[in-house]
């Protein structure tokens, strides 16, 4: 036990260190007897080693910090000492009471479970990390020390230039004040009135107190230029004349005639060509193929191998000589110098040409703007025509004609025809307003199962 003892003489010689309890020396005897230990097993350091004054040092530590904040060594004397001044502070204390103060007694002590509940540990309580911790600390950070630089040096960032350039209604309108309820001598003004407010609408601001958001131009447009109800034509009526009824049955034998062609095109694109058909011949040709050696093959094979022989061949170039090549340039000189020469008697001959190219430039003028009136005439019938909004090709619904036999005399023989509901979908769909649909095909997720109850197994 001598590591025990010399570590009891290191703990109490340290300088300025005050025990607020009594040390207890542990025996090292057991029985009377020392207990021999061998210490070099790992098992029984823990088992036979005496850390008592160890542990009564730390708990000495801790007791101090919980009750002082810190070690009596570290303290200074006027946070361990006070100077007692006697009785004579009470007395002069009684005999100068303060009016404005109340009489301390038992009603001024705080209660029991109150001073139970104070925390009596000066030691202050662990600082919570994840209180402290932000999302993403360590770029927010970064962009703040980026900004600042920025600042330092001039530099203004774009999301505060937009908002430095952005105009508020509310800088710009000072707010009015209200008129009351009752006055008589107040404007009217109808609120159920089908005039837009515009922008500088007096009553909006003195209500408001804000500017109309302008409305964008866009949403002005109608997206067809259809009307929403379309006339039927003078041939459509119930009593029609001859003509008008007439021009309606061509309208439709023409749209009938139409559907009738791509039918056609469409079986014609469909159909089996009769020379791609097989025949017995065909068929003969097709089982025999390759079991019979062709003539032809035998005779082309030696001149197959004298053209590989050819090609085999190194081609062997001859190297220029020296006036060669001197030559070349000089004719080369000579095609750049007559190309020089013909740009600029080209150039000269353009400037006896300025009529011709005035006209020609006027006659181009023209096109352009035939071409652009031709765009605008075809930009302009295409607002009467159904977009293509979805997937889906827009169908014009079919017409409803009535032949010359079928009309009816007057209203009440007058058969109602068509579905106004189906009329004002399809009337939509043409606008532009919702995009073509078709109906949705119910599919069944499970099966259905039949069973027979037992009662009618009974009767069947």
């Avoid at 601001?205 to 929403?228: D, F, H, I, M, Y």
């Avoid at 001859?242 to 749209?255: D, R």
């Avoid at 001149?303 to 220029?320: C, F, L, M, Q, R």
């Amino acid at each position: 036990m001598a590591s025990s003892r010399r570590l009891r003489r290191m703990v109490a010689s340290q300088p300025g260190f005050l025990t607020l309890k009594p040390s207890s020396d542990p025996t090292d005897l057991v029985g009377g007897r020392r207990k021999r230990v061998n210490k070099n097993k790992k098992k029984n350091w823990n088992k036979f080693s005496d850390i008592t004054d160890v542990e009564e040092f730390l708990e000495d530590v801790r007791h101090q910090e919980r009750t002082t904040g810190g070690l009596l060594s570290e303290k200074s004397d006027d946070g361990l000492f006070f100077v007692d001044l006697g009785q004579a502070d009470k007395a002069e204390q009684k005999a100068e009471p303060d009016e404005g103060k109340k009489r301390k007694g038992k009603s001024t002590r705080p209660l029991r479970i109150d001073l139970i509940l104070q925390g009596d540990s000066c030691i202050p309580p662990p600082k919570d990390v994840l209180a402290y911790q932000k999302p993403n600390a360590k770029k927010l950070r970064r962009i703040a020390q980026k900004a600042e630089q920025l600042a330092a040096k001039g530099v203004v960032p774009r999301a505060q230039k937009k908002l430095l350039n952005r105009r508020l209604a509310h800088r710009t309108v000072k707010k009015a004040v209200t008129e009351a309820n009752n006055n008589p001598n107040r404007d009217y003004y109808d609120m159920w009135a089908q005039e837009s407010k515009s922008p500088a609408d007096p009553w909006y601001v003195l209500q408001t107190g804000k500017e109309q958001v302008k409305r964008p131009e866009k949403l002005n447009q109608k997206p067809s230029a259809l009307p929403a109800v379309e006339v039927i034509a003078p041939g459509g009526s119930y009593n029609p004349d001859f003509l008008s009824h007439q021009a309606l049955l061509q309208e439709a034998h023409e749209v009938e005639v139409k559907k009738k062609k791509q039918e056609d095109k469409l079986e014609k694109q469909l159909a089996v060509n009769r020379e791609d058909k097989a025949t017995a011949e065909t068929a003969l040709r097709e089982e025999v193929e390759g079991l019979i050696e062709d003539e032809e093959d035998e005779e082309t094979s030696p001149n197959k191998e004298d053209e590989e022989a050819s090609g085999a061949a190194i081609t062997v170039t001859e190297k220029k000589t020296e006036r060669q090549r001197k030559k070349e340039k000089a004719e080369k000189r000579k095609e750049q110098q007559q190309l020089s020469v013909k740009r600029q008697t080209v150039q000269q001959q353009q400037l006896f040409q300025l009529r011709s190219i005035k006209a020609a430039i006027k006659q181009q003028e023209q096109q352009t703007k035939k071409r652009w009136s031709k765009r605008k005439e075809k930009q302009e019938a295409q607002k009467a025509q159904p977009r293509r909004l979805g997937k889906l090709k827009f169908q014009a619904p079919d017409l409803e004609v009535q032949l010359r036999d079928e009309l009816a005399g007057s209203l009440r023989q007058l058969k109602p025809e068509g579905s106004i509901l189906k009329d004002r979908f399809k009337s939509l769909q043409k606008r532009n307003l919702i995009e073509p649909r078709e109906r949705a095909k119910f599919r069944r997720k499970l099966k259905v199962k039949y069973v027979e109850k037992r009662a009618f197994k009974e009767i069947t």
